[in-house]
């Protein structure tokens, strides 16, 4: 029977790791002890670093089968607590809780602004050569699956940020609005401000299929005649495309209902093409299942095919991220194999698809299929984590829109226009398989400073009024009690800088980063990590994101699938029908592409991985 | 620590299948036959739930093994007044919280608001925080604090800090010369007359200015600490360091009054379940869980030590501003 607290080969886990990472750090062992140092690593933290928040969950109301299927609002996935993860359950932390106070008197110190401007706004692009803007597009499809603060607070007054003479800001000063915070309750009393998730926290393609029975049903609904459609199918245009939300229709989200034109999901705020392309794509996955299922079963609904057909997609988008997306961006021994082991464990895809698992093991076998557990506290995203993936970076400001018979360009366009509506107008002059295709053969943006896109950093979002997305980063995490980045690493249990000579070993940046910062101790947590990409011992070989934010992925992307009943206890045939979960095993991004998109097959058949920049098309 | 020889003497282990999210925890309860009988619990969830079972109350009778028995008639000897209990180790009784627990917690809620601009209350400590008082002092100045919710005229000194520090040691001492020493004298009936005299005879305030004062002292300390940090007195809002100052109570006894089976383990009537706060508080550090507040045995002062904790630091930050 398992234990509240670590098994005993946990603990030898546990103190090894400790062992190994007060000599060196993991990535400078060789490859055996580091792969058991990052396994001890895990160990530790999922004991060390879960802290719940949670004080009046929100009371779920079950309808439908619970027990095989996901739930629109993501509840009853744990049985035993049905509230947890679903939308509206607040944020978990990844740090004490009585050291997540939102910061109020330094709130706005160093001023967000020049932080922006002085070491984030992007110089010159650098770009990462050996991935490609899908990398992007995926990750911000990954994170609307996850978690959103919703609209922020209009009630109260806004932040007001200082602006310095000289500066070309539009106003004076400049106003940040403040996260909406959890409604509180007599238990909050001595705790610091929580903030609720309007997604499910789960990873259960939200992103695709919504939050809330009502989006769902307009997801699925024709979108000729509005009526839903009895097949189980994803409402596609005649075109294979997503079609046209109505304009401020009830289930839009609140920042995107004015944009006309904008295209139907079950998340289409910060809309742009990358998404659009995801979207598209997973949707007709979501499809080619039902077609699937519907041959295999021909008795079944179209309740009963959608259901099912989510469970196949949403697993197939989390082996997707484990087994292709996250090792892109790790990309040495040690990452790849670490993240292959999460989805088929140390003896391989090739043991695991030749016999299945062996014992309940996921070390052995891999998470899913292994026991639910949910380790020192209840399933939900943390703050932190939604920190860590601020990576703005990644996007480039420029997009060379080109055909992929013959590369040619056909319109270039900022990444301002190609966001919000204007992916549906860019479809009526290129084709979705050439969109595809030109983010395919671009390079994403460096994990860097001085490397954030300046279009994100001016915002139109009313006539005269703009957001600084870089200041804005810099501002949440403040005010949402995320420690900066020299406690941030001590509460992980890492080694933290004692100056700026040991932060960062590129000269102009350190004294970029001291003209702000009176102490190392004062640099945010976004600027530290950024930094890191030039420091020893900085970030691991091959890897895309630093060594701090790889903490607490180890951490969240195992207990996303260990957490969750449809990736652990109930991933099985049983539950996901036979079919679907040879679905499941049989698929991944590639031939997800060779599906919907045959035409492009040859420009990635070379690729090891499909994030890795694609074959130029030739005429 | 009650008996520091056992902390770590976990002679037999018995498990359960109680439940912590979804897992069952492990069960460590002591048992020597005729010696002792203890069922220490730590983990949060199970002290909740603990708190609020109508089986394990206050009721102390002196029975059991040798050790059980030491424990229990000394908590009904040192912590009374006029015969009668301190409320904090008094039993669960007919209503809960006790009408005077409640008329307290009700009083001290109306105090809150006004401490958090009394800058004459709050000086002191503050003073103390920033490092401009000798270390000793805070035993005294947080006495001082709490006495004046008792009576507003009350002046600490080394007599009354003396008495506290007396009156806490009294049930948990196995030092036998101290033992020896305070019979001898009458040292500790007499540290708990002082106590007395001072707020009035008040046993809640005697219990406050001669036992629960002193974690409010290791939190002063653990905050003067923390000001000594730069990043801390720049960044840290009040909120904050009352949270990472709040010190819980090393833990509060229950005692069975039939044998059962709880989340933690099994018990016999004789077995003292011990809800070890200051753990519990390391793995979940809200004032919820060092106050126990959410159940019928809450501590009357949540509100007013967490104000009087960030209103410390608040005047230490306002008054310093070189330092920031």
Redesign the interface.
């Known amino acids: 029977?398992?234990?509240?607290?670590p098994s005993l080969s946990d603990r030898v886990l546990q103190t090894f790791a400790r062992l190994a990472s007060a000599l060196m750090q993991w990535h400078k062992w060789p490859f055996l002890i580091a792969i058991a140092t990052l396994a001890g690593l895990r160990v530790i933290m999922r004991w060390s670093n879960l802290?719940?928040t949670e004080?009046a969950p929100p009371k779920p109301s079950s309808s439908g089968d619970v027990l095989t299927q996901r739930t629109a609002d993501g509840s009853f996935n744990?049985l035993?607590?049905p509230w947890m993860g679903m939308a509206g359950a607040r944020f978990g932390r990844n740090v004490?809780?009585?050291?997540t106070?939102?910061?109020?008197?330094?709130l706005l110190?160093p001023n967000p602004r020049l932080i922006s401007r002085q070491l984030l706004a992007r110089r010159e692009f650098a770009a990462v050569p050996y991935l490609n803007v899908l990398v992007s597009a995926w990750l911000q499809f990954m994170v609307h699956d996850w978690l959103s603060h919703g609209v922020n607070d209009v009630a109260s007054p806004p932040i007001e940020v200082p602006v310095a003479d000289g500066d070309d800001w539009p106003a004076r000063p400049m106003t940040i609005l403040k996260s909406t915070h959890a409604p509180t309750t007599?238990?909050d009393?001595?705790?610091?401000t929580a903030y609720r998730n309007t997604e499910t926290h789960w990873w259960d393609g939200s992103q695709i299929y919504g939050s809330s029975l009502k989006k769902q049903l307009k997801i699925r609904s024709d979108p000729a005649t509005g009526e839903l459609l009895a097949n189980g199918k994803i409402g596609l245009d005649a075109r294979g495309h997503l079609p046209i939300q109505p304009l401020r229709d009830e289930t839009s989200d609140a920042e995107d209902a004015r944009f006309p034109d904008l295209e139907l999901a079950g998340v289409n705020g910060n809309w742009w093409l990358g998404l659009s392309v995801m979207h598209t794509l997973f949707a007709r996955e979501h499809n080619a299942v039902v077609d699937r299922l519907a041959l295999e079963y021909p008795g079944k609904d179209g309740e009963w095919l959608f259901q099912k057909a989510r469970l196949v997609v949403t697993a197939l988008i989390a082996k997707i991220h484990t087994t292709e997306w996250t090792p892109s961006l790790m990309n040495s021994p040690e990452g790849r194999f670490a993240m292959r082991s999460n989805w088929w464990g140390l003896l391989g895809e090739h043991y695991w698809r030749g016999y299945g698992r062996l014992g309940d093991s996921e070390e052995v076998s891999g998470i899913p299929g292994s026991p639910?557990?949910?380790?020192?506290?209840?399933y939900a995203m943390t703050e932190e984590f939604t920190a860590c993936y601020r990576m703005h970076p990644l996007m480039p400001d420029d997009f060379s829109l080109r055909r992929h018979t013959d590369n040619l360009e056909v319109m270039r366009r900022t990444l301002l226009e190609v966001a919000h509506s204007n992916p549906a107008k860019i479809y009526r002059e290129l084709s979705f398989d050439d969109a595809l295709y030109s983010l395919a053969t671009a390079n994403c943006g460096a994990l860097a400073l001085h490397n954030y896109p300046n279009s994100l950093r001016m915002i139109p979002e009313k006539p005269g009024i703009y957001t600084d997305l870089a200041a804005v980063d810099i501002v949440r995490d403040r005010e949402r009690?995320v420690p900066?980045y020299?406690?941030f690493r001590r509460l992980l249990g890492m080694p933290a800088p004692k100056s700026f000579e040991e932060l960062t070993t590129n000269l102009a940046w350190r004294e970029d980063v001291r003209a702000l910062y009176?102490?190392v101790?004062?640099v945010d947590l976004l600027v530290g990590t950024l930094c890191e990409s030039q420091a020893e011992p900085g970030t691991p070989a091959g890897f895309g994101f630093s060594d701090t934010v790889f903490r607490i992925f180890i951490l969240m992307a195992s207990r996303r699938l260990k957490s969750d009943r449809f990736y652990t206890r109930d991933f099985n045939a049983d539950v996901y029908t036979p079919a679907g979960f040879a679905w499941v095993a049989d698929n991944s991004l590639r031939t997800v592409l060779q599906r919907h998109c045959p035409a492009l097959a040859p420009l990635f058949a070379d690729n090891r991985n499909v994030f890795f920049p694609w074959s130029l098309g030739s005429a | 620590m009650l008996f520091p020889l056992l902390a770590g003497g976990s002679v037999a282990s018995e498990r359960s299948d109680a439940r912590r999210w979804g897992e069952s925890p492990r069960v460590n309860r002591i048992h020597i036959p005729a010696l002792v009988d203890l069922l220490p619990v730590s983990d949060p969830a199970q002290i909740a739930m603990l708190a609020d079972d109508v089986r394990l109350d206050r009721d102390y009778v002196a029975k059991g093994p040798l050790l059980n028995r030491i424990i229990l008639s000394r908590i009904r000897k040192d912590l009374v007044w006029d015969g009668a209990p301190f409320p904090p180790v008094a039993p669960r009784g007919p209503a809960r919280p006790l009408p005077a627990q409640a008329a307290l917690e009700a009083r001290l809620a109306e105090v809150v608001a006004g401490l958090v601009n009394d800058e004459s209350a709050l000086g002191g400590l503050a003073a103390y925080v920033r490092g401009d008082a000798p270390t000793g002092d805070a035993g005294p100045l947080a006495q001082q604090a709490v006495g004046r919710l008792f009576d507003p005229g009350y002046q600490a000194d080394d007599a009354s800090w003396q008495a506290a520090l007396t009156l806490d040691a009294a049930p948990r001492s196995f030092n036998p010369l101290q033992i020896l020493w305070w019979a001898l004298t009458g040292a500790v009936p007499k540290a708990r007359r002082l106590l007395a005299d001072k707020v009035g005879g008040d046993p809640s305030g005697i219990h406050g200015t001669g036992v629960a004062v002193h974690n409010i002292v290791a939190g002063l300390q653990q905050m003067r600490t923390l000001w000594k940090d730069g990043a801390n007195r720049r960044r840290l809002p009040p909120a904050g360091a009352a949270a990472h100052c709040l010190v819980a109570p090393q833990q509060v006894i229950r005692q069975p009054r039939k044998a059962g089976l709880c989340i933690a383990g099994a018990f016999e009537p004789t077995t003292l379940v011990m809800l070890q706060l200051d753990k519990a508080h390391t793995q979940r550090p809200t004032a919820e869980m060092a106050f126990m507040a959410q159940s019928w045995a809450r501590c009357p002062a949540h509100a007013w030590v967490l104000a009087l904790l960030a209103g410390t630091w608040r005047v230490a930050q306002e008054h310093t501003t070189h330092a920031l």
């Open positions: 029977m398992p234990e509240a607290g802290y719940d004080t744990g035993d607590l004490p809780i009585n050291q106070f939102g910061e109020e008197r330094s110190e007599p238990a009393e001595g705790r610091p639910t557990e949910q380790h020192a506290a209840p009690g900066r020299c406690e009176a102490s101790e004062d």
